[in-house]
């Protein structure tokens, strides 16, 4: 069974910076696609960030330059550092694991392309 965990969130202030974890079990990491995304309260779940299983990447807009998705395949893990961070920043943030094996190079902003996510960690950065 595939699972999922994150961790790394907590509360911050403006300017400071966090490194989230998801650490992946029940298949072969490597071949898949990750991505994270986050909730905001009364707010729809939006794309953050993904990585393709051959390991490239892309970011929502708001947070180029200041996010970095990246991924460790000998210790199935996806982590997201997070620089320069702002109110608006604030949420749950989940990890989420392809449908496909070998499917998704570049990973995908579309969370319909996403089969397994964690239970999600939550992120406060105050003002």
């Known amino acids: 069974q595939v699972q999922l965990v994150e961790s790394g969130g907590g509360l911050v202030q403006a300017g400071g910076s966090l490194r989230l974890s998801c650490a992946a079990s029940?298949?072969?990491?490597?071949?898949?696609?990750m991505g994270w995304f986050r909730q905001a309260p009364g707010q729809e779940r939006e794309f953050v960030a993904t990585?393709?299983?051959?390991?490239?990447?892309s970011y929502e807009d708001s947070v180029k330059g200041r996010f970095t998705i990246s991924r460790d395949n000998a210790k199935n893990t996806v982590y997201l550092q997070m620089n320069s961070l702002k109110p608006e920043d604030t949420a749950v943030y989940y990890c989420?694991?392809?449908?496909?094996?070998?499917?998704?190079?570049?990973?995908?902003?579309?969370?319909?392309?996403?089969?397994?996510w964690g239970q999600g960690t939550q992120v406060t950065v105050s003002s």
């Open positions: 989420a694991t392809d449908r496909s094996p070998y499917g998704l190079p570049y990973g995908s902003s579309e969370s319909s392309r996403y089969e397994y």
């Open positions: 029940g298949r072969s990491f490597s071949r898949y696609a």
């Open positions: 990585i393709g299983w051959g390991g490239g990447t």
